[in-house]
């Protein structure tokens, strides 16, 4: 079953919220985080995407970088931006986007658990991502960025997570994006041992929805430390989300070439395998085996023939789909985790998106995809398997800075 503890979150003064709060440090490249946080001495930019303050820094992933964000994360706190709770605390966090409203619970979840499985996995992390995520929590001494977790419903939960946010919450703001982000603190000790024991009860596993690299270096960060550490570093971030508030997203990919076909025998290729029709504008699939392409400024509906795929949780996926019959078969592309000629693009970003990557020139062809349900999720990860890379892109994203886990103190 699943073990979560609460935490004494480090979280921004009354007043700060807004000004802290900053996208996922993986989500802005370091120009763009320079840009967001200009003038904004508050920023959590300055501790997550701390090379915006390491003046001429040719190697983002030097020490100097890790020792900047460590001495950052200091000053936040001297100058009372971030304040530290003075006892273990669950907490809540609600997301507005579009008019829909997502709401999950804040806590530290058992390294134990991701190591044996009660926390499961669906996709492969790279050795130099996991890297930097090592150095800057084990330098800072903070879990920065906040791991996505998902759950099935257990409807005991629910009702005391809806009760509590009868409350005031603590946080309360809509940020640039048009994003509201709401917080509430769940001090009342017998309502937090409540929700210890009813995920210890009820939840036999989570699954990692996204973080899977932040997830893998805290575990290694632990591995790593002396005899003797702070009983922190056995737990990590956390955000949990029942399956019912989830949304996934359509996760798109660019290719820089055909692997020498030209866009006649290209196509002519696919209809081995799909029913090829030209569309009259950008096409986004509207159910599972149904794929967007945009060549040559056409786009194109494929749909898979039966019996050409698998019926099993991997290869029923229309990302595996994809990559076996189009990317690796046609195009040449073996591991999209480290083939420079295929990119990736959140379906957030639109279609749109998508034409202007290809008509630029930079790209040669695109695809649009259905998103993979959580149910696949949750399939996938309980048979053990993984899904290719860059199956899943969820929105809205949890902002960085607004709840932070100490692991030495």
């Not at 946080?37 to 190697?59: V, W, Y």
């Not at 983002?60 to 009372?80: C, D, P, S, W």
């Not at 991502?129 to 996505?148: C, L, M, P, W, Y």
């Not at 005899?227 to 956390?238: K, M």
């Amino acid at each position: 079953m699943a073990i979560i503890k609460p935490f004494k979150a480090l979280r921004p003064a009354p007043g700060k919220a807004a000004a802290v709060a900053a996208p996922p440090y993986d989500v802005l490249n370091s120009a763009e985080a320079a840009v967001q946080a200009a003038g904004n001495p508050d920023s959590f930019l300055h501790i997550t995407k701390s090379e915006i303050d390491c003046a001429g820094i040719a190697d983002i992933h030097t020490q100097e970088v890790y020792e900047k964000a460590k001495t950052n994360l200091k000053e936040f706190i001297n100058r009372g931006v971030l304040i530290r709770e003075d006892k273990p605390c669950y907490y809540i966090y609600e997301l507005v986007m579009h008019g829909r409203t997502q709401t999950g619970l804040v806590a530290v979840s058992s390294i134990d658990d991701y190591e044996n499985d009660i926390i499961k996995k669906h996709e492969f992390t790279r050795p130099e991502k996991e890297q930097d995520r090592i150095n800057h929590i084990r330098t800072s001494g903070a879990q920065t960025g906040n791991v996505f977790l998902a759950y099935r419903d257990v409807a005991t939960i629910n009702h005391m997570i809806d009760d509590w946010k009868r409350k005031l919450p603590v946080y309360d703001f809509t940020a640039a994006d048009g994003i509201s982000h709401r917080i509430w603190v769940i001090d009342n000790p017998a309502t937090v041992q409540q929700i210890s024991d009813l995920f210890a009860q009820e939840v036999p596993y989570t699954y990692i929805a996204d973080g899977h690299h932040r997830a893998a270096s805290a575990a290694k960060v632990r591995r790593s430390l002396e005899p003797g550490y702070h009983d922190h570093a056995n737990y990590f971030l956390t955000t949990l989300f029942p399956a019912n508030q989830l949304h996934i997203m359509d996760y798109n990919r660019v290719v820089k070439d055909l692997n020498g076909h030209t866009e006649t025998g290209f196509l002519r290729a696919l209809y081995d395998e799909f029913e090829v029709e030209r569309m009259p504008a950008a096409f986004s699939p509207t159910r599972l085996h149904e794929f967007g392409l945009y060549l040559g400024g056409q786009w194109y509906k494929l749909t898979s023939k039966e019996g050409t795929y698998s019926e099993d949780p991997i290869g029923v996926l229309d990302v595996t789909i994809l990559s076996d019959k189009v990317l690796d078969k046609l195009l040449g592309i073996n591991d999209q985790r480290t083939d420079k000629r295929i990119d990736f693009v959140g379906g957030i970003r639109g279609l749109h998106e998508l034409e202007k990557r290809v008509d630029s020139g930079e790209m040669k062809l695109a695809f649009s995809l259905h998103p993979v349900s959580i149910q696949q999720l949750f399939d996938i990860a309980d048979s053990g398997n993984v899904m290719p890379p860059k199956s899943t892109w969820f929105e809205p994203k949890l902002r960085d800075g607004l709840l932070t886990h100490l692991i030495y103190e």
